[in-house]
DNA sequence: GATTAGCACTCTATCCTATCGAGTGCCAAC
DNA sequence: GTTGGCACTCGATAGGATAGAGTGCTAATC
């Protein structure tokens, strides 16, 4: 059954006065609030519709309405509108994703910092999925006998680096000879497509006793898997303490739990981004139950992907609590979005 | 007035049973849980000057005692006695620093961790203090016009790099000179003798022209600056959720908040670490409102000393709530300092 | 002088009860 | 379909009584 007109604009009334408020919403303080031109008992009847459809429910018997998830959803999916910031909030966060930074990480950092204190809630971002980057430079430097440093440029503009341990008799030479042919036969390949086989065949010919060359080639060929792994980095964890949302010290505990195996939300995440089918839809918006992560039932989990170049992306976003300002929420996230897109294009 | 031997054992009994049931502890159940050879009535006495001397307090008149601040104090620096872990504690530890890693960050992270899981608490590390270790390499790799990577290897087994914006027109071989020039007057050195003159005049005589030299030579230094700065490792703040000290979520904000502010954590520890004066105390403990940090009244933060080298070495320890075990921590943080220790020569 | 028994007093925590008020559902009337 | 009216529900709040743990003080005792 779809909702006619009345009913979405009192489901839309309830989570703003919710969201608002975080105080159950009744029939009379809607009237109040909002130039509904029909009486309470109308609203109350529309009300135990919405119910009824399950989009917004009763704490207890006789207490005022909540938006539920599914209220929620149906509110970010077709009820709000989302607003520019204004140029002062815009200008806000354009002063505080500084420029001037020489890593894309940092830059990356710095946007999610950014993103906590304007939303004031935890901010995440994971690092670019490199897999679908390819290798521009590949070089293995010597440190002492028994240690290198593999030292990758990736497109992207991105560096990777990992010190590796290989065998104490190996000479710089020799180290120097793998590392071009390393170079020379993966110059080019995408990270995905490098497999153990790949690099192994690449350093063929370089006239270094076997053992020891497969050695060093495992070294570089796990130096090249580390590269594409993701990081994800968490910001503003405390910010949710200060919520009412999560002023039980329970779902605060769970939450922040959660939050400190940065692992397992950054698997979530990416969870989130393969599963995405149509793709057309620029923000992925996970509500309550429908994040499967513990400790999130009371939360909204809404992401944007940031792009690097054409092939390598990533994501940033917000962990707020439901009760959020969404429309608000999004334009920030897609604000900070669009100045990373901006600003990645110096590091290419 | 030096406290005679009853009132340090009435001390012992009050920090002990308070710790434990973080309940205000009285007279008459301390005689029960003790085997003082005197009535309560004798203990009130006792209690009144520990009082008077303001090593204990009353929360409210009819209250129990708790320790104060210089009670917990007088704890620490006379009264406890510190035992070793047990084995199979030990061997806990011993099983989750992972000594398979590469590099030195990693095996400190790792220790950060475990500290973290065994106390239950905080737990933080600095990363080596590396002013007094010396350049052994120095290499700058051109990424791609415009952009190179300077990779730096320290005495102490330490690798660090940054990438760093170079003028366009600079060829790979101008660079390499640069870089090999940098490296030929600068190896041995401490870092902390190297200031902007010094790599300038490193540089010289690279027939490369001034303006442009002068901007490499800036980077390098900018990077061998930063190759020194520290970084804290923070792990554990949701487990303060869990405490019943922090159980108002005032104080729990107030601390999560602090504690997320790493840098000025770390400039706290590097405070103390400045300040300690005898030398000869391998642990810094800071009580309550010891701790200048805002939020912290609450707790204790004990640190102890890892050495990567004679003149390298860091912080490791824990910030966990001032009613905590004492003893107990103290040897956990000290059996992972030294087990610290001990995988670090493997990286010199 | 140190120790002890006894006692009046204090203050919190807890439970119970009463009351208030916002909100609901439903019905009959418009 | 909309509205006014009304009985009912239930959480939140406040007041009051009570129990219990603990204290300080005094006078007697070792």
New binding site residues.
Partial sequence: MPLDN?KKEVLHAIVDDYVSTN???????LIERHNF????????????EL?HMGLIE????????IPSDKGYREYVNSLMTIEELSPKEQLEIEKRIDSSVNEVTDLIKNATHTLSEATGFVSLAMSPRLKKSFLKQLKILMIEPGKALVVMVLSAGVVKDKVVRIPNFLSDAQIMKISGAIEKNLMGKPLDEITLVTVESAGKGTAVPEPLLKQVLYEAYAAIKQADELNIYLEGEHRMLGLPDFSSMGRARDLLGTLSDSGMVAGYVNEMENSKQGADDSFMIRIGQEITLEGLDDCSFITATYNLTDSVSGNIGVIGPKRMLYSKVISQIDFVKKKLDKEMRNFI
Same sequence: chains 1, 2.
Avoid: F, I, Y
């Fill in positions: 009345r105080e159950p919403v009744g029939s009379k303080s031109q029909v009486s309470s008992a109308t609203l109350r009847n529309d009300m135990a119910e009763k704490p207890h018997t006789s207490a005022g309405r």
